[in-house]
């Protein structure tokens, strides 16, 4: 404190909770840049959070229903949990013949870059864009009038006790939600159509559980050792990992050789937090 008054640390997020941070850093300056937005009319689907088969069937009755029935201009984009989802939804879209003369274009991490563009960019018909939750916060797509939103995402978890990594797809929190909704209101007027009910909504949680509380820790345990953070249990986090996931990350460490039983980096430890893995 008071060594690097020249020093200014920026914390940007679409979807954090700002107050917590606050709390935390204090005291400390909240800008929050709201943007130019454009009225967006949100409408829900009976039932719960499409799964399975159900997505695609659902994502295409709302294409066919909620936005060809109005005729209206301007490209669609479509969150889905995963890759899988996406391609299975483009297979069944493409058998509709009201889509005829539709683009349409997948969206997700694992897309090489050429392919990634051509969704990204105009088009010389109309696009349909079906995206993983990449296009929620990381890349604006031009042009989206309609945002069809099944409400899922695919989320790391990590079992300490197993050692294991999953990609459950899960329900995903408000503000995500309420952020794929203004993916549609940047040029004009636009619509979502959620495929799941108001009630879900609602009950859902405001935020999502911060990524440290479901992930592997011994990369962040074998980081904090080395640079002398001290006692990881101690540590000053805004929101605290359980004693479970510490004790697995520890775990993990010992039987990689990282540390001793003293919890004190070995020589292979000091390789491995050299090592930007």
């Not at 797809?169 to 009910?197: K, N, P, W």
Request: aromatic share 6%; with cysteine; net charge positive.
């Amino acid at each position: 404190k008071g060594c690097r008054p020249d020093l200014k640390i920026i914390v940007m997020s679409a979807t954090l909770e700002s107050g917590r941070l606050e709390a935390h850093l204090s005291p400390c300056c909240v800008v929050r840049s709201e943007g130019r937005t454009h009225p967006v009319e949100v409408s829900y689907s009976p039932g719960g959070a499409a799964r399975g088969k159900e997505v695609w069937d659902k994502v295409g009755s709302a294409l066919r229903k909620g936005v060809l029935a109005k005729k209206l201009t301007g490209d669609i984009l479509v969150f889905l949990p995963g890759a899988f989802e996406i391609r299975r939804t483009i297979d069944a879209l493409k058998k509709m013949p009201e889509l005829k003369g539709f683009d349409l274009r997948p969206l997700y991490g694992q897309l090489p870059p050429r392919e990634q563009d051509a969704a990204l960019l105009p088009g010389k018909s109309r696009k349909i864009v079906l995206a993983t939750n990449v296009a929620e916060t990381s890349l604006t797509i031009p042009n989206i009038r309609y945002v069809v939103d099944t409400g899922l995402a695919r989320v790391s978890r990590y079992n300490p006790r197993t050692h294991t990594q999953r990609l459950p797809i899960e329900a995903i929190a408000q503000s995500s939600a309420e952020q794929r909704t203004g993916r549609c209101g940047r040029v004009v007027d636009g619509t979502c159509i959620r495929l799941y009910e108001e009630r879900d909504f609602l009950a859902r949680p405001e935020f999502a559980q911060p990524e440290i509380q479901r992930a592997n820790l011994a990369e962040v345990i074998l980081r904090m050792i080395d640079l002398n953070f001290g006692d990881i249990e101690r540590f000053p986090f805004i929101d605290p990992p359980q004693k479970g996931a510490i004790a697995g990350g520890f775990q993990l460490l010992h039987a990689l050789g990282a540390i001793d039983d003293n919890k004190q980096l070995t020589d292979r430890g000091r390789d491995m937090a050299r090592l930007p893995i």
